[in-house]
């Protein structure tokens, strides 16, 4: 959170300004009280910020962070998966619920918020839907929407059980008196186990080649069909997370056709690897869902491009050394994502600057419910949450050198271009030409 002693006007002068309204060049003028407060020529301000040959865009949010804090403090803190956050961008970061304990009653999520509040980047609480992510009995949902969870999901596993998924379906649709009206949103890890618990990468060719058990395409299928019935019949919101399958992104791409309240986000390793990684045997490559093959990093980048696919997400997931260097089949899934995000999308998607933003800040911010503190218009008026990113810089990918506790990255030594130079969090500069700021 906002820093006092910073507190001091910023220009951003000289860059390309691109939001959802478009883009054109222009100095931003943030005000101390953290604000946008003016957008255009010959500004002045009291800290000058260069974004000669940069893009200023909101900042970005992530809808899928693993933050470890509380419970596995050595792998990730709140401080270090936000300081690698804002170092990639972020501005916000939606906390997975799968910490020990889970967050999944109004403790322990009251005490991530208090950890956010002196974090690098705004730190948004998700919150379990069953208690202990267990699947077998609902999360005290209403006293979690009251706290401003907007986000419920058991991350790591998806529920299991079709009844309790649909009760808690029935019941975020109920919420509204406990959030001011806003809507919550059910985010799912869509993974039938009887279909994947004993497989540890994607089953196909490569997992017969190698001898390692496979968790098929339809283990992740199957929950994406469940789920767009139930959002059906329910007319609740559903949030599909990483989704992986040629076959998932076609599910809902006919779901949204048909005008069901569905959203999905694909992770920068979905449409960057495949499963073809894993002949290396190296666990750094596991992650669930599994990579899997090129035709599915094919229809996974289609989606995206086509807006099937609304937001990417990062699923950082950070393992200290010890847990990651066991064989494949006992090292935990997992990969990190926040220092890379931004990189891998202007590399590997093909797509337009302003697609690529869109896809990384104001339609993720839409799903979290944050819109009107993140990915907002640049203009006057509007909480200052920016990202200064020079689209061109080429760069070599090197996990020692990032803010994360861990280095379980899968892109070591990958030349990318795309470079985030300064990043404004409520109107503090937490990071300015690539360092942070405290
Ligand atoms: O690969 C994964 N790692 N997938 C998940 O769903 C959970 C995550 C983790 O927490 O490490």
């Keep these: 959170m906002t820093n006092a002693v910073l507190r001091q006007s910023v220009l951003i002068r000289g860059g390309t300004v691109v939001d959802a309204s478009g883009s054109r060049v222009a100095d931003?003028?943030?005000?101390?009280?953290?604000?946008?407060?003016?957008?255009?020529?010959?500004?002045?301000?009291?800290?000058?910020?260069?974004?000669?040959?940069?893009?200023?865009?909101?900042?970005?949010?992530?809808?899928?962070?693993?933050?470890?804090?509380?419970?596995?403090?050595?792998?990730?803190?709140?401080?270090?998966?936000?300081?690698?956050?804002?170092?990639?961008?972020?501005?916000?970061?939606?906390?997975?619920?799968?910490?020990?304990?889970?967050?999944?009653?109004?403790?322990?999520?009251?005490?991530?918020?208090?950890?956010?509040?002196?974090?690098?980047?705004?730190?948004?609480?998700?919150?379990?839907?069953?208690?202990g992510r267990a699947g077998e009995q609902l999360s005290p949902m209403a006293e979690l929407?009251?706290?401003?969870?907007?986000?419920?999901?058991?991350?790591?596993?998806?529920?299991?059980?079709?009844?309790?998924?649909?009760?808690?379906?029935?019941?975020?649709?109920?919420?509204?008196?406990?959030?001011?009206?806003?809507?919550?949103?059910l985010a799912q890890h869509c993974e039938v186990a009887a279909l994947s618990d004993g497989g540890f990468m994607h089953e196909g060719e490569w997992s017969s080649r190698l001898g390692i058990p496979g968790q098929p395409a339809e283990a992740e299928e199957l929950m994406v069909m469940r789920d767009i019935a139930l959002a059906k019949s329910t007319g609740a919101r559903v949030h599909f997370q990483h989704m992986s399958t040629a076959g998932s992104v076609s599910l809902i791409r006919a779901a949204k056709a048909a005008g069901l309240p569905v959203t999905a986000e694909a992770t920068t390793h979905h449409f960057?690897?495949?499963?073809?990684?894993?002949?290396s045997f190296d666990t750094v490559f596991k992650v669930h869902p599994p990579l899997r093959t090129d035709a599915d990093v094919a229809?996974?980048?289609?989606?995206?491009?086509?807006?099937?696919?609304?937001?990417?997400?990062?699923?950082?997931?950070?393992?200290?050394?010890?847990?990651?260097?066991?064989?494949?089949?006992?090292?935990?899934?997992?990969?990190?994502?926040?220092?890379?995000a931004l990189a891998l999308a202007l590399t590997e998607l093909d797509q337009p600057v302003e697609k690529v933003v869109g896809l990384l800040s104001w339609q993720a911010a839409k799903i979290a419910g944050i819109d009107d503190v993140h990915g907002?218009?640049?203009?006057?008026?509007?909480?200052?949450?920016?990202?200064?990113?020079?689209?061109?810089?080429?760069?070599?990918?090197?996990?020692?050198?990032?803010?994360?506790?861990?280095?379980?990255?899968?892109?070591?030594?990958?030349?990318?271009?795309?470079?985030?130079?300064?990043?404004?969090?409520?109107?503090?500069p937490v990071v300015i030409d690539q360092e942070a700021t405290r």
Aim: proline share 6%.
């Design 28 to 131: 931003v003028l943030v005000g101390s009280d953290g604000m946008i407060e003016a957008v255009g020529e010959g500004l002045k301000g009291d800290l000058e910020l260069d974004a000669g040959g940069c893009i200023v865009s909101p900042g970005f949010v992530d809808l899928h962070t693993h933050l470890r804090e509380p419970g596995k403090e050595e792998a990730e803190t709140i401080e270090s998966g936000s300081r690698g956050g804002a170092l990639g961008g972020f501005t916000a970061l939606v906390a997975m619920p799968n910490t020990t304990p889970p967050m999944d009653c109004v403790g322990v999520v009251r005490d991530v918020i208090e950890l956010g509040k002196t974090a690098l980047t705004d730190i948004f609480p998700s919150a379990a839907i069953t208690v």
């Design 145 to 185: 929407a009251k706290l401003g969870v907007r986000i419920f999901t058991d991350d790591g596993t998806g529920v299991q059980d079709d009844l309790l998924m649909k009760r808690a379906l029935e019941y975020s649709v109920g919420l509204a008196p406990f959030t001011g009206g806003a809507s919550v949103v």
């Design 272 to 279: 960057t690897l495949t499963d073809a990684a894993c002949a």
């Design 299 to 340: 229809a996974v980048k289609v989606g995206l491009a086509d807006g099937t696919i609304d937001a990417i997400a990062t699923d950082h997931a950070p393992h200290c050394a010890h847990d990651k260097e066991q064989p494949f089949d006992s090292a935990p899934p997992g990969m990190l994502g926040l220092e890379t």
């Design 376 to 428: 907002c218009p640049i203009e006057p008026g509007r909480p200052a949450n920016i990202t200064v990113f020079d689209p061109a810089e080429a760069w070599t990918i090197d996990s020692s050198s990032f803010a994360s506790k861990s280095t379980n990255c899968p892109y070591e030594g990958h030349n990318v271009k795309g470079r985030v130079r300064h990043t404004i969090v409520n109107g503090e």
